[in-house]
């Protein structure tokens, strides 16, 4: 069945014949498995050990210290689509060793700015190496190295991923004690130049050039530049909006889950620790999803998440008593949410265009992300967080059903291609 295994509509002459004809797993995905660590933990999540220091020693305000992260998003989500075509004609090791530069840079600017707007700007730096470094442009790279024998790759990474705070900021912490934010800064920046760069270039495969048309349509796998019918149009915006949907929940409350916590008079202490399940419960239920690909279309893996994703902001509104149960659903589906962001696109549209759409998902995905804590706040000032989370149930579940919706079209899909 169609929704059971790899779409049927895929050309046999566009799939590797046998995994002698790929690069190992195993010497890619440690890779990549390291490099995603420490290129989320030197930026995405750098400001939650780094940002009161900074505001300490400098005296800027702190919402616009944190800001920067949310001007760097902001900046990645615009280069997404350039990065997914970059990576499409020339392959993902020049892409990622660009983004090891761009992050070390960033970095270097961050510690040696003098005042705000350099500050401001070393962010947007760094915004564009996370736009060419992070888990789009990974997923975009080991999409064209495996083809549709990607779906495990990915897999495989997200759970290198879901380790980057856990390593990362013990170590920012550590670094910031030691030597201070700038220092920090610095050695992250080493790290990049010295570390990671040399990784992307001589451990990742070079990839043959590929002409530009096989980016200029989100579509098929077919390498022509025919325009999209209307079916793959559709589903292409459908993903776009269930993974940007899906960011922007799990944006919103990974930056005020604490604060939701509180509300219900649980103390900062009981709340800290009840926030701690949902790192666990992503890897869980990441490892759970690696362990049962095989036997399912990622449809499903993304309906799933849709699934835990609302059951979890749910039982959190109505005051549900295990408030750890709540938030296992929650960890649970924002986990396999980022296995579903790499794996669904692959598996709807094929290899040949995967980079490029992938760069065209991200974009408004990454601008939301940007977005939502200031909208978390909006709502929960305006609101209460009882009311936010209301709005944020309704939303899941709006969610819910686009993917149902989707699912529907992807098998109006199969009728119109194989029937």
């Avoid at 960033?106 to 760094?126: C, E, F, H, T």
């Avoid at 910031?176 to 992307?200: D, E, K, M």
């Avoid at 893996?301 to 059951?311: I, P």
């Amino acid at each position: 069945m169609w929704l059971r295994g790899r779409r049927v509509t895929v050309s046999a002459a566009t799939q590797p014949t046998s995994m002698e004809d790929l690069p190992r797993l195993r010497s890619i995905i440690p890779v990549l498995g390291v490099t995603q660590i420490l290129a989320w933990g030197s930026s995405y999540y750098l400001l939650a050990v780094l940002a009161k220091p900074i505001a300490d020693d400098t005296g800027w305000p702190l919402a616009w210290v944190v800001g920067g992260l949310s001007l760097g998003l902001l900046m990645a989500g615009l280069v997404s689509p350039r990065v997914g075509d970059s990576i499409q004609r020339l392959g993902g090791r020049l892409v990622l060793a660009t983004s090891a530069a761009f992050l070390a840079f960033g970095l270097i600017g961050l510690a040696l700015s003098p005042n705000l707007p350099v500050y401001v700007l070393s962010w947007l730096v760094l915004g564009i190496g996370m736009g060419a470094g992070l888990y789009d442009a990974a997923f975009a790279t080991l999409g064209r190295i495996y083809g549709q024998r990607g779906r495990t790759a990915i897999t495989t990474l997200t759970l290198f991923g879901g380790f980057a705070s856990t390593v990362c900021w013990p170590l920012s912490a550590m670094l910031v004690s030691q030597f201070g934010w700038r220092n920090a800064c610095l050695i992250y920046a080493a790290i990049h130049l010295l570390v990671l760069l040399p990784l992307y270039v001589f451990a990742l495969p070079k990839e043959q050039k590929r002409s530009p048309d096989h980016s200029a349509h989100p579509a098929s796998d077919s390498a022509s530049a025919d325009p999209v019918p209307t079916w793959s149009r559709l589903l292409f915006i459908l993903i776009a909006l269930v993974i940007t949907i899906s960011s922007m929940i799990s944006a919103l409350l990974s930056v005020h889950m604490l604060t939701i916590l509180q509300a219900r008079d649980i103390a900062l202490g009981a709340a800290v620790a009840l926030g701690a399940i949902v790192g666990p419960s992503q890897v869980g239920a990441r490892a759970i999803e690696m362990a049962i690909s095989r036997f399912h279309h990622p449809i499903w893996t993304k309906l799933a998440s849709t699934m835990f994703v609302a059951t979890g902001v749910g039982l959190l509104w109505v005051g549900f008593p295990i408030i750890a149960a709540a938030l296992i659903f929650y960890g649970a589906g924002i986990g396999i949410e980022s296995i579903a962001r790499g794996t669904l696109p692959l598996a709807v549209f094929g290899e040949r265009r995967y980079p490029a759409i992938m760069g065209r998902i991200a974009m408004p995905s990454l601008i939301m992300q940007a977005a939502s804590p200031s909208i978390g706040a909006i709502l929960i000032e305006r609101m209460g967080a009882n009311g936010a989370l209301a709005v944020l149930f309704a939303v899941a579940l709006v969610n819910v059903g686009l993917v149902i919706v989707l699912f529907g079209v992807m098998q109006k899909q199969r009728a119109v291609q194989i029937c």
